[in-house]
Every structure is written in structure tokens, then in C-alpha cells.
């Protein structure tokens, strides 16, 4: 809870920060890992094992595709595509909206009487927690499709479909580990959730500003005076 007199919208800033933090957690620390058998007909087989996570630039991680012609060989290919720019994008929003609820909640509660006296602040901080609103709306959806395509590209199937020696007669191409994306998803659904809450906080925001802000009782009392005198 804020101090009293502590506008409103500093009971909201704790929540904002845990929300943050799970969000740019999950997506940040995520790793995952996607793989596949190949058996030749001379009776080798062999296991690929790709690991892979943030920031999602599959184009950048390696892995070598059996021989069946000459097993001592292994041609070197790459994952396909680079979703880097949704996930970076998210990870910086959590950062930059944890740290700016941290910085309000100590404007809140150790300067308060500078926010209710001064008519700009709660002006700025309305304008930049709509900002912020809006940024994660957009954040969350732009993550949401980069996953799925991180999906699609990371599926065995997918992987399998890009080795040419699975084309071969013969040879035997089956799926090995499939993706655990759950903590994936979880970043997903704490995106839209801060937007949810960043939304609401908006409201809070706003009763802080001149437009919705009550007299001060100071003002209330010198206005009934000057009234009094006429």
C-alpha cells in the first residue's frame, strides 16, 4: 500500500514490476531443443540434437546432416529464419517498464506532494503509461506470431523436410525431440497481461491529472471565503 495521500496508481506500480519481470524473464531465459534420427540403409543411424532460444536467430545455429554415402562425412546446415527483432522487442519493453514503475513508485511514495502540486508530472506519467499500454499490446502480438514461426521452423517435421539426405531412397528420417515451448508461451500470455494492466493503470493515472483531479481542500475553503466576502 502507498502512504497516504500517495496518489492511487502507486499501489498498481508492484504489480507492474512483477508482471515485467515474468514476462521478460520467460521469453529471455528461454531455451528449447528440436531434433531428429537418421537411419541409413547400410544400417547406421544417427541422432541430431539442435538447441536453441533467445534471441532466436535460427539462422545462426548449426547442425550436420549425416553422410549415408560416406558416413565419416557430415555437411554443415542451419535452422531457418531470424525472429529476433519481436523477441528483442519484448525483452527491452519488460526491461524499460520495470524500470520505469520502479522509478514512479518511489515518485509516489517518497515525492509525492511534488506529484500532486506539480500539474505536469501526473500529465507525463499519464502520457507515457498509455504509451506504455499501447507498446505492449504490440509487443505481445508481434511475440506471439515470432513464436509460432519459431514453431513451425523448430518442428522435427520441419527439420526432417530440410535435410536432403532424408530424400534419399532408403534412408529413414524419423522426428526425435520435440520442443517443450511452454515457457514460451507463458511470455506470451504475461505480455498481454501488462497490457491489461498497464491499461487499467491508465485510469488510475488519470484521476491524478487536472482534468479528473478534485480540489484541494485548501482551495475548496479560500474559493468559499472569496464567495463569502462578495
Known amino acids: ?23 521478460f524473464g520467460s521469453c529471455g531465459s528461454f531455451s528449447g531443443e528440436t531434433g531428429a534420427t537418421v537411419k541409413c540403409d547400410s544400417g547406421g543411424m ?26 565419416s562425412e557430415a555437411r554443415t546446415l542451419y535452422l531457418v529464419g531470424d525472429f ?11 526491461v524499460f517498464s520495470f524500470l520505469y514503475s520502479m522509478a514512479a513508485l518511489v515518485l509516489y511514495l517518497r515525492f509525492h506532494s511534488l506529484y500532486t ?8 506519467d499519464f502520457c507515457v503509461t498509455v504509451c506504455f499500454a499501447f507498446f505492449w499490446l504490440v509487443a505481445a502480438a508481434a511475440w506471439g506470431k515470432g513464436l509460432s514461426d519459431v514453431k513451425a ?5 520441419a527439420l526432417i523436410a530440410a535435410m536432403a539426405v532424408c530424400q534419399g531412397d532408403g534412408v529413414l528420417c524419423n522426428a526425435g525431440t520435440t520442443p517443450a515451448m ?13 497490457f491489461l494492466l498497464w491499461a487499467g493503470n491508465c485510469w488510475f493515472v488519470l484521476r491524478e491529472t487536472p482534468w479528473l483531479r478534485p480540489p484541494a481542500p485548501g482551495d475548496s475553503a479560500a474559493e468559499q471565503g472569496a464567495i463569502d466576502k462578495q
Open 153 to 157: 521452423a523448430t518442428r522435427p517435421s
Open 117 to 124: 502540486e506539480n500539474t505536469k508530472l501526473p500529465f507525463t
Open 1 to 23: 500500500m502507498s502512504e497516504p495521500g500517495a496518489p492511487a496508481a502507486g499501489d498498481k506500480a508492484p504489480r507492474l514490476q512483477l508482471f515485467a519481470i515474468f514476462a
Open 46 to 71: 544417427t541422432a541430431i540434437s539442435i538447441q536453441f532460444g533467445y534471441p532466436f536467430r535460427l539462422y545462426q545455429i548449426p547442425f550436420g546432416m549425416p553422410n549415408c554415402e560416406d558416413e
Open 182 to 194: 511452454g515457457l514460451a508461451n507463458i511470455s506470451v500470455l504475461f505480455g498481454f497481461l501488462n
Open 84 to 94: 529476433s527483432a519481436p523477441a528483442e522487442f519484448f525483452v527491452t519493453l519488460g
